[in-house]
């Protein structure tokens, strides 16, 4: 058995888990919040177990530090060597990276580049990187791109119909996101199904803050949401999704807004928040809307609208759909958005099972529907060990030949 940590850092968060492989038994998993800002915390589970703690920390480095007390002081690992490997959540791995690598110094560099597509992102996930390198610095490191999964998109989809140039010169095209996700929900959900996941049709709705709808035809991913960047495709919790690009400079032209404010506005000040001038929390706005508030009810009719238009669009493209999977927050808790969309898709002979929908599934299909209803809870730290787990035996396997070769 080995141990093996998944990281998963954002730009105030670091998301962590330690897994036993290959039997995937996780020993503590937690997130350290609001890094770099007053009052952080850090939660974790060891055993069912919920701990608390307000760390002196003041940023990723200092949390990482921190971690590795935290793994010492419960015995998750006496000695630091226990880690033999660290997988790391990357966003963007542009068209460089179509699997999960080994961290090297060409691998870093890579993603440093590629910090220009994913600033928001990039710059932590190379912060984890970095500090896990220093303190852990004979694991293997691996690093799991969200974008990897949708490497198998087809030209015609991966392409935007603008000068072709500009794809040539700067990479302008369909990169997609969440991949970690879409990919995990559906080999889950073929073993759900007892089926291949080669013989299925899946369209996987990963319905979060962030939201992105993924088209997955015998186990790769044909079609996405997101897109460029992960502010395409559908209606999310602060951002627009897909709007007609013209609104960007009228709306400058207008009030003098500068770009900067503009990508502000559409990332951060739109969306569900936008719409509802409530909350970009789902539960929030659900509550408004349930009290009748005009705007919240809009903003989940536009959220659930833009859902079905995405799942129609991907149905008639894969020419028919087996299983529809709803996960992340939104996804897996809220009823009445599962509802609602299968509602829409009662032409496809989609039936829901009222029941098992309120108790959040897996299975909220009836007997008779003709298209297999699926709530899989999202778990991108699983699929980053197992990647981990893949390629750093792969590496060491590869160290002890040339050992040998040498002796
Ligand atoms: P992220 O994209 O940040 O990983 P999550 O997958 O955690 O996001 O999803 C967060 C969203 O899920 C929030 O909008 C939250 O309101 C929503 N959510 C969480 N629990 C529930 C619930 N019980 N009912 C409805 N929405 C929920």
Known sequence: MKKIMAINAGSSSLKFKVFNMPDESILIGGV???????????????NGFRQKEKPPIHDHRDAADYLIEILLKNHIVDDLNEISAVGHRITHGGSDFSDSAVLDRTVIQKIENLCELAPLHNPAGLLGIRTFMKRLPKACAVAVFDTSFHQTLAPETYLYPVPLKLYNQYHIRKYGFHGTNHQY????????LEKPLKDL???SCHLGNGSSICAIQGGKSVNTSMGFTPLAGLMMGTRSGTVDPSIIPFIMKKTG??????????????????????SNDFRDVELAAKAHNEQAELAIKMFVNRVTECVGGYV???GGVDAIVFTAGIGEHSASVRQAVVSNLAYLGAKLDFQSNEEN??????????????????????MIARDTWRLSEGQAARLSEKQTVRV
């Open 32 to 46: 350290f919040e609001r890094i770099g800002f007053d009052a952080p915390e850090v939660s974790y589970k060891i």
């Open 185 to 192: 929900v559906a080999s889950e959900a073929a073993l759900l």
């Open 201 to 203: 049709k899946i369209i």
């Open 257 to 278: 807004h500068t770009i900067d404010e503009m990508m502000d506005m559409f990332n951060k000040e739109s969306g569900l928040l936008g719409i509802s001038e409530i």
């Open 316 to 318: 008639a493209l894969m």
């Open 361 to 382: 599934g897996p299975y909220i299909h009836t007997p008779d529907s003709k298209v297999s209803l699926l709530v899989i809870p999202a778990n991108e730290e699983l």
